[in-house]
């Protein structure tokens, strides 16, 4: 994790030091003349070698300075703080749709595969995959908001504007979930244990939940991990649609105008998050499956 | 000799087209067969943009702007009256460049990361993993926007951005199959035989990869496909007034109350065609490797 989180630092510096041209003259104002920018190098310590550079780049970022915001000059991390949890309260309520829509059509279609039932829900789980989450982010807006007027088309408050947000997001991540679910419970579905389990004449409501779809998480919980990743990706996308005052729109807003310091903390932040998160997968599995050990 | 007479007899004669089991399993699936249905439209009809389409995607037309459909405009115009069809058309053919060219260089640049790498085993191994391990820690459509954020917006720009995220996908797939691959016993006997690396790697190790690598790479132009779009979408793509989808949907949203034709039918075209890819690329799937697909049950 903290080697990984190190990599991940280190490739941002990099990524951002690749940007063509002189970063002093880019954080200098457009009228500067030679010597302010000799000025500006020595006080950002952008004359000392690379190395050093990212030594005391770790070190600021380790004590929370992330720098200033080039536009507004405040620094990045107010601006962070103040919209890293709209980000996170979207994207945890996605990730609860997808994974209630998600898991129930994948165990609705393995109870009765191949039925109607299952082709409509695989019919769809392929539909939430293939469509773009921007345009069906806009289509819901166009029947909800704007025909029908049920639900705020932008902005954050009430629980109704978190509604279209969270299930134009969770859509993908439920398509995925959805087809991960039903081909996991369908190979443990076959297992001798569940036949065991319904000759000894257990209800097959607990044959489903007790003993299949406990052994079936395991897989669905790495999907469920990965599509986090994807999720917070789409966060950015779906951000703009709905005018959600969260990280993605920020950074978007900051490539556009190139505030590179915003760019550099907030790609460092969404990469932190899908790290915590997949070690939070990690450990789930212990909890899941007993017999899964670390040392 | 005469079993085998017997079973060519009891199995019929097959057209040679359908001796291959692949081929066969492929042409039993619907949705692979409606997946290729949909690639080879959307090929002949970028490859024929100029003839097929209507109208010219560039054309604007201040007297015909923001047009719902009609029969001169099938789809309707845009807000400075640009003939909406042929600007979908033209589309196809942006978006089917971005997807192959964006996995083009994913696939490349991971394959032989992945497979020199395990390969070789040692510190070339590791270090290559490690970095690998830290690109797949960054979600990928964030990699190719920061990427995008060092380079500039611009149509090419993406296409490599998109590439470069892709890239620690294929390493990954490659990694495993080289690793299973390099202890097989063909392996070992060109070795015997006094080949040297880069012809096992070549000739005997990633030929046996291919078929996993197409099928991934099927899918991953769908995925391509869509971060295309949204970069496009997000104005980190295309710019105008090329006529890619996701900066023409992006352009259209600001017309949603007036003109919401705009916005939905670009958005029908980046549809049908990643679904296209991803019926095709499943079908592909269960035809090249029956033991995957029973695995992942998709």
């Not at chain 1, 998480?217 to 649609?241: A, D, K």
């Not at chain 2, 980046?270 to 679904?275: K, P």
Request: with cysteine; hydrophobic share 55%; charged share 15%.
């Amino acid at each position: 994790m903290v080697p990984l989180l190190l990599g991940v630092s280190m490739v941002v510096f990099v990524l951002i030091r690749l940007i063509p041209g002189d970063p002093a003259e880019l954080l200098a104002s457009q009228w500067a003349t030679a010597e302010d920018i000799a000025l500006v190098r020595r006080a950002w310590g952008l004359d000392r070698p690379l190395p050093i550079q990212y030594g005391v780049f770790l070190g600021n970022l380790l004590r929370g300075d992330l720098g200033r915001s080039v536009a507004s000059s405040v620094p990045v991390s107010t601006e962070i703080a103040a919209r890293y949890p709209a980000t996170l309260v979207l994207a945890v309520a996605s990730m609860t749709v997808a994974i209630g829509v998600g898991g129930a059509a994948g165990i609705i279609s393995a109870r009765r595969p191949y039925s109607w039932l299952d082709n409509g829900a695989m019919v769809l789980a392929l539909v939430g995959v293939s469509a773009p989450a921007f345009w069906a982010g806009l289509m819901l807006i166009l029947l909800f908001s704007v025909i029908l007027g049920w639900l705020p088309a932008s902005g954050m408050g009430s629980l109704r504007h978190l509604v279209l947000p969270a299930v134009t997001l969770g859509s993908v991540a439920a398509g995925v979930i959805a087809r991960q679910t039903r081909s996991s419970m369908l190979d443990v579905l076959s297992q001798d244990y569940i036949r065991t389990a319904r000759s000894k004449g257990v209800a097959e409501a607990a044959v489903t939940y007790r003993h299949a779809l406990k052994n079936a998480l395991i897989p669905v919980v790495t999907i469920v991990g990965l599509q986090f990743g994807t999720l917070l990706g789409g966060s950015v996308v779906v951000e703009s649609v709905f005018a959600w005052p969260g990280m993605g729109r920020l950074l978007v807003d900051a490539v556009l105008v190139r505030d590179y310091p915003i760019v550099q903390a907030a790609v460092l932040l969404f990469a932190a998050t899908f790290a915590c998160i997949n070690l939070l997968v990690d450990m789930l599995y212990g909890l899941l499956d007993p017999r899964i050990r670390y040392e | 000799m005469a079993t085998r007479i017997l079973t060519l007899t009891a199995a019929g004669r097959r057209p040679w087209w359908l001796q291959n089991r692949a081929l066969r399993t492929f042409l039993r699936n619907r949705a692979a067969k409606a997946g290729a249905g949909i690639l080879l439209l959307l090929g002949l009809t970028a490859t024929f943009a100029g003839t097929v389409a209507p109208h010219e995607p560039l054309a604007a037309d201040l007297n015909r702007m923001l047009q719902v459909p009609s029969r001169a405009h099938l789809l309707g115009t845009d807000e400075l009256g640009r003939d909406l069809l042929s600007r979908i058309i033209f589309g196809a053919r942006i978006s089917l460049t971005l997807g192959f060219v964006s996995v083009g260089i994913g696939l490349l640049t991971g394959t032989a990361i992945g497979a020199v790498g395990t390969y070789r085993g040692g510190w070339v191994d590791l270090v290559s993993m490690r970095f690998v391990d830290v690109l797949l820690s960054f979600p990928p459509v964030l990699l190719a926007i920061g990427i995008v954020a060092v380079m500039g917006p611009s149509l090419y720009n993406a296409m490599i951005a998109i590439g470069v995220a892709q890239m620690p996908v294929y390493a990954r797939l490659v990694r495993g199959l080289v690793l299973s691959l390099k202890e097989q016993q063909y392996v070992e006997a060109a070795r015997a035989l006094g080949a040297h690396d880069a012809r096992i790697l070549l000739r005997h190790i990633l030929p046996n990869c291919l078929s996993p690598l197409i099928v991934q790479s099927t899918l991953q132009v769908a995925s391509a496909i869509l971060s295309a779009a949204a970069l496009g979408f997000l104005g980190l793509g295309a710019q105008p007034p090329t006529p890619e989808w996701g900066a023409m949907l992006s352009k259209g949203r600001l017309y949603l109350r007036v003109a919401p034709h705009l916005t939905a039918f670009p958005g029908v075209a980046i549809f049908v065609t990643v679904l296209g890819f991803n019926l095709f690329g499943d079908g592909l799937r269960d035809a090249l490797d029956p033991r995957m697909a029973v695995r992942l049950g998709l």
